[in-house]
């Protein structure tokens, strides 16, 4: 008994924390997502009133909330896999024995996880450049005329997903350069004494082996690119044509522009229950493929 109320002890400031700045706030979010509450109840809460389900619907209803969702699944469905290859081919590259001064590697490779969002983005905004930038600057030399990046409704999220990637990858990568040296040297031994070729090996021993560690990142980059907002906040502003307008960015403009507190809680559940839904499914396929193995 002592030894449990000990354990308590321990534990009760991280769960006090943890209930004042998470689950209150939280909790606060959800109620205030079944009223009406504005600016108006912001200066006196006697005209909050309470709305049952109706922010909800009329969320659903707004034809901006089903583009920014159809915007945000694009984008999603974009950044995953290009987030997964460059992840994934950082960590095979850092774990290689050929590689000299691993930690200085890694330590760059890092870096735009830690940098400053808005900072970078200043910087890509350069690099996108239709006239003086260095990426059509590069496209130029092979005969590719320039494009407009952030201007062109078609090629805008392209250009973000290619900044998000280049700014979150490395995060992606360190987990799964912990998941490579996981794996058992003996594994790879065997397989080239049997005459397995490099392909083989990676097909055969190094995905089987990762595929926990990928569906963990898979499900975190999902959660993140899902909550897509400081990109286009930050670079496009939601332009051009409302190609960039996220579902958080969606939420940020209820709530802090046309101050709906209400109906921009309403927006952030509905975003909780789309990434909850998309994890179990997720969940659900790699325990089916395991069950199945």
């Known amino acids: 008994m002592s030894g449990e109320r000990a354990a308590w002890t321990f534990v009760a400031p991280a769960l006090f924390v943890l209930g004042v700045f998470l689950a209150l ?3 606060a979010a959800l109620l205030l997502s079944f009223t009406d509450f504005d600016i108006y109840a912001l200066a006196n809460l006697d005209n909050l009133r309470f709305v049952g389900l109706g922010n909800y619907i009329e969320v659903l209803r707004t034809p901006l909330f089903w583009k920014s969702l159809l915007n945000t699944v694009w984008f999603v469905a974009l950044a995953l896999p290009l987030s997964l290859a460059v992840s994934l081919g950082a960590a095979l590259l ?3 024995p050929l590689v000299r001064f691993r930690g200085l590697h890694r330590t760059a490779l890092f870096a735009p996880v830690v940098t400053t969002v808005v900072a970078v983005a200043i910087i890509w ?3 996108f450049h239709t006239r003086y930038g260095l990426i059509n600057y590069a496209l130029g030399h ?3 005329g320039p494009v407009d990046w952030l201007g062109d409704p078609h090629w805008a999220m392209p250009a973000l997903v290619l900044f998000a990637v ?11 350069l912990a998941g490579l040296q996981a794996i058992p040297q003996d594994l790879y031994e065997a397989a080239r004494i049997d005459g397995a070729s490099a392909a083989r090996r990676f097909w055969h021993i190094t995905l089987p082996c990762l595929r926990p560690v990928l569906l963990l990142v898979a499900v975190i980059t999902i959660a993140g690119y899902f909550q897509l907002f400081a990109e ?6 939601g332009d051009p044509l409302q190609s960039t307008v996220s579902v958080l960015y969606f939420m940020y403009e209820e709530g802090f522009k046309w101050w709906n507190l209400g109906r921009a ?4 559940f509905l975003l909780f229950a789309l990434i909850l839904v998309i994890t179990r499914v997720l969940l659900r396929l790699a325990r089916a493929q395991d069950h199945n193995a």
């Open 94 to 96: 850092l774990n290689s």
């Open 142 to 144: 092979f005969g590719i």
């Open 125 to 127: 905004r350069y690099l």
């Open 166 to 176: 280049w700014k979150n990858f490395g995060y992606n990568m360190i987990i799964l």
């Open 265 to 268: 809680c309403a927006i952030a």
């Open 232 to 237: 286009p906040y930050v670079m496009t502003r």
């Open 25 to 27: 706030p939280v909790a």
